[in-house]
C-alpha cells in the first residue's frame, strides 16, 4: 500500500518534534500538525515563560540585597505588561526557529488539529492525509476542579496572559508548578495565599527537602495554608470570595488552579481506532517501543504519563526516530533523571529520596548541610540552602542527591553526570572543590548525619 507519510506525527511539541526532525533525518517522509503552538507546552506555557517569570520575580529580593553591598536602588514599581510582553514576544521567536527547524528538516508543516479517523489515517482541517505511522505527541492539558465557580479561576496555560496583575492571588495545589507560581508572583509583588490539601507541599520529592522548602517559601511571604481545600468560588463585583473548607473565605484578584494535567486527547480519534489508557488515565505504551495497543500508532511524551520532562520526550521521540529508521534499537535508561523545581529558593534534585532508599537498601547513610549562602552574609538575607546526600552503605555509591537553594538545577546536573557514572561516596570525598561556591559543600560533607 502507499501512503502520503511515512511517518504523521500529532503535537509539534518536544517529543514530536525531536522525532519528526530525526526520522526525515533518517530518510523518512514525515508530517507535523498542530492547532496551538509550536514548540508545545514547554516553549509556549511551561518551562521557557515560567523560567522568564523566574528572573523576573528575583529583581525584588535582588534590589534589597544590593543596598548592603553599596548600591543606592531607587525601585519605582513593576510594570504587568511589560514583562508579559516581552516574554510573549521570546516566544513567538521561538516558534517560528521551531517552525524552520522542521522545515529545513524537511518535515511537512499542517496547521490544525489532528483527528485519527483509521488505522493509517489522519485527518487535519477537512483534509485526509495517510501514514504507515501515526505519533501521538499532543502532550497534557491542565485540570481544574470540579467546584462551583470554577470558571472563575485560570489554568497555568492562562496566566502567562493575564490583563491585569493580581494584587491578592491565590494558588490551588501543591505541586512543582503551583508553589513555583506562588513565588513567582508573591516575588512580583502579589499577596499570595497557596491551598494544598495535604499537609504538606510537594508530595513525591525528599520530605526533609519538603519541609525546608515549605518553611523557606513561608517565610519570604507566601502563606501556605495546608490541610484545606476551596469548596467554592464567587465573583462579588470584580472580586473572587474564595471559601475554603475549613469556612474560611479569602478574596482575591485572581485564583491559579494548578492541581495537576491529564492528557490532551480531546476530538484526537485515538481511543476510536484501538488506543487504549492504562490504569492511571495515561495513553499505554510498550516501555520500551512507544507503540500504543494500536498497531502503528505510537506515543511518547507527557501523554503516556512518565516522567513530565521536556528532556525526557526528547528522548523518547529521539529513540523512536531510530528505532524507526536508523536500525538502532535502545532502551531508555529512566534511572537518575534530573530536575528541578524553580520555587524560591530552587530545588535540584537526582536519584532516590532518603525514604526511597530506605525501602530500596539494606542499610543508608545520610549527609546533610544547611547553611546561609556567603552572598546572604553581607546582604542580610535569612534564606538558607540545604544540601543532602544518600549513600547506599554497602556500595558506597551516592544513591540521592537533593539541593535547596540558589541555582540549585545548575549543580545538581553537573552531579547527575557523576551519580550516572556510579560515583561513589569516596569518589565525591577524593574531588577537590570549588571555593568559595555553595556547590563545594557537596565534596566536603564527611560527617554522616543519620544512618
Not at 553591598?69 to 513593576?78: A, H, L, N, P, R
Not at 472563575?152 to 496583575?165: A, G, K, R
Not at 513561608?218 to 470584580?238: A, M, P
Not at 552574609?377 to 558506597?396: A, H, P, Q, W, Y
Request: overall charge negative.
Amino acid at each position: 500500500m502507499s501512503f502520503d507519510y511515512d511517518l504523521f506525527v500529532i503535537g509539534a511539541g518536544s517529543g514530536g518534534v525531536r522525532c519528526a526532525r530525526m526520522s526525515a533525518g533518517f530518510g523518512a517522509r514525515v508530517a507535523v500538525c498542530e492547532d496551538r503552538y509550536m514548540g508545545g507546552t514547554c516553549v509556549n506555557v511551561g518551562c521557557v515563560p515560567k523560567k522568564l517569570f523566574v528572573y523576573g520575580s528575583h529583581f525584588s529580593e535582588d534590589f534589597r540585597d544590593a543596598k548592603s553591598y553599596g548600591w543606592d536602588v531607587d525601585v519605582k514599581g513593576f510594570n504587568w505588561p511589560t514583562l508579559r510582553d516581552n516574554k510573549s514576544t521570546e516566544i513567538e521567536r521561538l516558534n517560528g526557529i521551531y517552525r524552520n527547524m522542521l522545515g529545513n528538516a524537511g518535515v511537512d508543516v499542517i496547521d490544525g488539529r489532528g483527528k485519527i479517523t483509521g488505522p493509517n489515517t489522519v485527518e487535519v482541517a477537512g483534509k485526509s492525509y495517510t501514514a504507515e505511522r501515526i505519533l501521538i505527541a499532543t502532550g497534557g492539558w491542565p485540570t481544574r476542579p470540579e467546584i462551583p465557580g470554577k470558571e472563575h479561576m485560570i489554568d497555568s496555560n492562562e496566566i502567562f496572559y493575564l490583563d491585569e496583575f493580581p494584587k491578592r492571588f491565590v494558588v490551588l495545589g501543591g505541586g512543582y508548578i503551583a508553589t513555583e507560581f506562588a513565588g513567582i508572583f508573591e516575588g512580583l509583588g502579589s499577596e499570595v495565599t497557596q491551598i494544598y490539601r495535604g499537609d504538606m507541599i510537594l508530595r513525591g520529592f525528599d520530605d526533609e527537602i519538603r519541609a525546608f522548602v515549605q518553611a523557606e517559601v513561608t517565610k519570604k511571604g507566601v502563606n501556605i495554608k495546608t490541610g484545606v481545600n476551596i469548596s467554592s468560588i464567587e465573583k462579588v463585583s470584580d472580586v473572587l470570595h474564595v471559601k475554603l473548607t475549613d469556612g474560611s473565605i479569602i478574596e482575591a484578584d485572581a485564583v491559579l488552579s494548578a492541581i495537576g494535567r491529564h492528557p490532551n486527547l480531546e476530538n484526537l480519534g485515538a481511543l476510536e481506532n484501538g488506543v487504549t489508557l492504562n490504569e492511571r488515565g495515561y495513553v499505554k505504551v510498550d516501555p520500551v517501543t512507544f507503540e500504543t495497543d494500536a498497531s502503528g500508532i505510537y506515543a511518547v511524551g507527557d501523554i503516556i504519563g512518565g516522567m513530565e520532562l521536556t528532556p525526557v520526550a526528547l528522548a523518547e521521540g529521539m529513540s523512536l526516530a531510530n528505532r524507526l529508521y536508523n536500525d538502532n534499537c535502545y532502551e531508555i535508561d529512566y534511572a537518575d533523571i534530573a530536575t528541578a523545581v524553580f520555587c524560591q529558593p530552587n530545588i535540584g534534585t537526582v536519584g532516590l529520596t532518603e525514604e526511597q532508599a530506605r525501602g530500596a537498601f539494606d542499610k543508608i547513610r545520610v549527609y546533610t548541610s544547611e547553611f546561609r549562602a556567603m552572598k546572604h552574609t553581607v546582604s542580610g538575607n535569612t534564606e538558607r540552602t540545604l544540601m543532602k546526600l544518600i549513600v547506599d552503605d554497602s556500595s558506597d555509591r551516592v544513591v540521592g542527591c537533593h539541593m535547596v537553594g540558589a541555582e540549585a538545577g545548575e549543580i545538581i546536573q553537573g552531579i547527575a553526570i557523576a551519580m550516572k557514572a556510579g560515583a561513589t561516596k569516596k569518589v565525591f570525598d577524593q574531588t577537590i572543590g570549588i571555593h568559595p561556591t555553595s556547590a563545594e559543600e557537596f565534596v566536603t560533607m564527611r560527617t554522616m548525619t543519620r544512618n
